[in-house]
């Protein structure tokens, strides 16, 4: 019988001879994670410690490359940037701490200034009633809880918006978890700037962060359009059609969970 010569195995990454189950030149594994639902945790308990060039390599294009990480990790480059689920983990516990210290703690005062459950509950919605800010903040603080629940549901949708599209539930998922990531990042960028335009209280430089903020508002939902349009990589129409509806339906889960959440909060007091 004829011997059967291999065919030659390639890195996914830097496209290298492999000769084992990893990389001589990058060390990457010549595994595939898209598949394995489990894979894409697994992977967020490792190499807690190899976060020195990868921080910079994955911050960037996250902010102004819309869809590039998540492309990338499709297609197997997973060595140079951080990986996507500790990216979001590492995030919203970043923005969880920010909006805690920005936002005044005028709720947790009302809170346990009451007497009855009864009377703090109607104290609540009239103080929620008269100063819609007191809302914000408590958007702003529960926003990376809410968010880490419905990110499963966000990538749902776009499983099913994109059914005929070939990719894995997983590859969604990637999407999502970069799209979050990056949401909440400038959220807490878009607090900073608020902030810190109070309490400087120098007019230039308060108009400057002003605009700022709004750009940074602004930028968002271009962002997630141009991320959803360059990781599928369907027509506009197309894009613009399913980005809408991906729109609606989240804001509309994510503004019922966050009343929700709030509803609870505040007759459980």
């Known amino acids: 019988m004829p011997m059967t010569i291999p065919e030659p195995r390639y890195c996914d990454n830097c496209q290298a001879s492999l000769h084992g189950d990893f990389c001589h030149q990058c ?17 967020f308990f490792g ?17 102004f490359r819309p869809g590039y990480l998540s492309r990338r990790y499709v297609s197997g480059h997973r060595v140079p940037y951080v990986p996507p689920l500790r990216l979001y983990l590492f995030t ?13 703690p005028d709720i947790v005062t009302i809170e346990r200034a009451q007497v009855a459950p009864e009377l703090a509950a109607n104290a609540q ?22 968010m880490f629940i419905l990110l499963p549901s966000f990538a749902l949708l776009l499983k099913l ?8 539930y997983t590859e ?27 309490l400087l209280g120098i007019l230039w430089l308060g108009t400057g962060l002003s605009w700022l903020g709004t ?38 889960l994510l503004l019922t969970a966050f009343v929700g959440v709030v509803l609870f909060s505040v007759f459980s007091a």
């Open 27 to 43: 060390g990457q594994e010549k595994k595939s994670y898209i598949r394995n639902l489990s894979g894409v945790i697994t992977e």
């Open 47 to 63: 190499e807690f410690s190899n976060w020195d060039t990868r921080v910079w390599r994955t911050l960037f294009p996250l902010w």
């Open 92 to 104: 919203s516990i970043l923005a969880f701490l920010t909006f805690t210290q920005l936002t005044p």
């Open 125 to 146: 919605l009239q103080s929620l009633l008269e100063n819609p800010q007191l809302a914000i903040n408590r958007f702003f603080r529960l926003a990376p809880q809410v």
């Open 161 to 168: 918006l994109y059914l005929r599209s070939g990719h894995y």
């Open 172 to 198: 969604h998922l990637i999407l999502a978890l970069h799209s979050h990531s990056f949401v909440l990042q400038m959220l807490v960028f878009y607090l900073t700037t608020a902030t810190l335009g109070e």
């Open 215 to 252: 750009l940074i508002l602004c930028w968002i939902p271009a962002y997630l359009l141009l991320s959803q349009k360059r990781f599928y990589r369907q027509r506009w129409g197309k894009t613009l059609l399913k980005f809408s509806i991906t729109a609606a339906l989240y804001t509309l």
